[in-house]
């Protein structure tokens, strides 16, 4: 069984690949980071999060509206409103990220107890459990981590590179890599589903620390928005 403290170096690793992966993308080639990031924006998936984000955000400013309300001249009030709900928002979708990273590699176990065997039931064909997972989907428990984590240092390269050194994500940083450590030790032990299952020891402790990283993230960037 591969150590959690092992998975924490190879996220650390994977997310660094994906940060300079895109430095060196935007040096080697010369692009404009805006107009890069630009292109990333306009991607489903980043429409989804910003949509999720957005959505979170306002959400939270109706409800406290509602349950506190003020008069428009109450100019303080009325900031801290945005601030917390610009907060919970990025709260929300780096939450989504992080445990995304870390229970995706959950999904194959899944499919390969559930579904697969199901899917083979009706067709008539003959299922032999060990022989599919070592031919198949033990090759696929690494991949959404990994995806996952390269592609958030890629983003964050693109914004560093258009803001400067952007320390304020720095706890962002640390709760992503530290909860997404949790998908690559399952990754690590893909040796059979039960390994991957067993690599979720202790996940609950490491998600409430990773989930306090993201809030102290979360509440800095979004004094740097409002």
């Known amino acids: 069984m591969k150590s959690y403290t092992l998975a924490l170096i190879v996220s650390v690793g994977v997310f660094l690949a994906g ?6 993308y935007l040096y080697a080639f010369n692009v404009n980071p805006k107009a890069l990031l630009g292109i990333v924006i306009e991607t489903a998936p980043a ?7 957005e959505a979170v955000s306002q959400t939270v400013q ?8 003020q008069p428009k001249k109450h100019v303080f009030y009325w900031d801290n409103v945005r601030y917390i709900s610009t907060a919970l928002g990025i709260l929300s979708t780096n ?3 992080a445990f995304g990273a870390a229970v995706t590699p959950l999904l194959p176990v899944l499919w390969q107890r559930r579904i697969t065997p199901w899917f083979m039931e009706k067709t008539g064909r003959r299922y032999d459990p060990e022989v599919s997972w070592r031919s198949y989907f033990r090759y696929i428990v690494p991949l959404p981590p990994v995806l996952i984590l390269g592609f958030n240092g890629f983003v964050i390269s ?3 590179s258009i803001a400067g050194f952007i320390d304020f994500m720095t706890p962002e940083i640390a709760g992503i890599t530290c909860l997404a450590a949790v998908g690559i030790r399952a990754a690590l032990n893909s040796r059979t589903p039960e390994s991957v299952e067993s690599s979720y020891n202790n996940f609950w402790n490491i998600a409430l620390y990773s989930a306090l990283f993201l809030m102290v993230g979360a509440f800095m960037e979004a004094r740097l928005l409002v």
């Open 62 to 69: 109706t409800i406290i509206e509602a349950v506190a309300p």
């Open 95 to 97: 939450m989504v990220t």
């Open 47 to 53: 429409k989804a999060t910003v949509a999720r984000a």
């Open 158 to 160: 693109l914004v560093s």
């Open 19 to 24: 940060l300079s992966s895109g430095y060196m």
